[in-house]
């Protein structure tokens, strides 16, 4: 018997599409992408289950009943569950938080479809657990023309979409990312959470994006590391992840377990956000593990338990290096390392 069986880990499906095409590598297959997570083993244990962006390439959000049954049962034959959805809330289907009108109602239209997609699957009995995350749809630039009405508009459209993620009992999880408007630091981030007043939204910590936080990217004000921040001066980099982690912890209903190595990096229609690396990337500058219980622990040390699931999240990887089954036995690894560290036990 595991010492711990919570958190839950996942692997996800869009670093299949993230960064890919136009002009870039092809993306990988969703069939290839769940043999890779069902195949993945380390001393008898295996990923639980798969978190899936719900993008043209491996899905179609408007499927019908039966058609989400297909995919639930070859999810379940694979003995996996799904967690969390990625609602494609950008143009063309969607629209920018901040835009017109009629942007804002695709945006909203598109949540609406996830959740309706995450109520689906939650009632097939292989969702037992997850949030539908989202963004803004816009870039810092066009946000901070206007930061503090910006604010308040991209705060009314996730009000919206908040009110009809509750008709189908979902959450929404805006993510942490220096390349969204309004949530491209750990300050705007809290204004924009704030702003928007409802119980069923929260944050998503990417342990790759979050780390940018510290550096400034995008908001230098907000930056929490001095410039030229030396890596091997730990002592400074706790002191900056105790202060971000205290203020996003009470928001995180959502988190990604990753690695970094203090760069921006973009590839394909993806803009430069923080550069995700492979678990064992001597460049990485994240202590995989150890920095999880930031996130996963409160100010105190004590588990905070606030989901049920992590999920692996390593974008823009080349094609090469994701399609080796050792990339993701060596993932799992990373991800029961800090199951082994921050984890629980639940009877089942």
Not at 72 to 90: E, F, Q, R, T
Not at 294 to 312: D, M, P, Q, S, V
Request: glycine letters at 8%.
């Amino acid at each position: 018997m595991q010492a711990n069986n919570y958190p839950k880990l996942h692997n996800a499906t869009w670093p299949g599409v993230v960064g890919k095409g136009d002009g870039s590598e092809p993306c990988i297959s969703l069939d290839t992408l769940l043999t890779l997570t069902a195949n993945a083993e380390v001393d008898g244990v295996k990923f639980d289950g798969i978190d899936i962006g719900l993008f043209d390439v491996h899905f179609n959000i408007d499927d019908s009943d039966d058609g989400i049954k297909k995919l639930a049962d070859k999810i379940a034959a694979l003995h996996l569950n799904i967690g969390s959805i990625v609602a494609p809330i950008w143009p063309p289907a969607g629209g920018s938080a901040m835009g017109t009108r009629e942007a804002r109602n695709q945006f909203v239209e598109q949540v609406r479809k996830s959740c309706r997609y995450g109520k689906k699957l939650r009632e097939l009995g292989v969702r037992p657990n997850g949030i539908v995350r989202i963004d803004s749809a816009t870039n810092p630039e066009s946000w901070s023309a206007d930061p503090v009405n910006n604010t308040k508009l991209i705060a009314a459209t996730f009000r919206e979409a908040c009110d009809v993620a509750s008709d189908y009992g979902e959450k929404l999880a805006a993510e942490g990312e220096i390349c969204w408007g309004g949530m491209h630091s750990w300050k705007a981030m809290i204004d924009t959470l704030e702003a928007v007043d409802r119980p069923n939204i929260g944050f998503q910590a990417d342990m790759a994006h979050t780390l940018l936080y510290l550096l400034g990217y995008n908001s230098p004000e907000d930056r929490l590391l001095p410039e030229n921040f030396d890596w091997s001066d730990r002592e400074t980099l706790d002191k900056a992840f105790k202060k971000m982690t205290n203020a996003l912890r009470p928001w995180t209903i959502d988190f990604h377990v990753a690695q970094n190595d203090g760069t921006v990096f973009g590839s394909g229609a993806h803009d430069k956000t923080g550069r995700h690396c492979q678990p064992k990337d001597p460049n990485g500058k994240l202590n995989i593990a150890h920095d999880a219980g930031y996130w996963l622990r409160n100010e105190n040390g004590n588990l905070t338990k606030a989901f049920k699931h992590i999920c692996w999240d390593g974008c823009m990887f080349p094609n090469a290096v994701m399609e080796k089954q050792q990339t993701w036995n060596d993932i799992l690894a990373a991800m029961i390392s800090v199951r082994n560290a921050h984890g629980w036990y639940e009877a089942e």
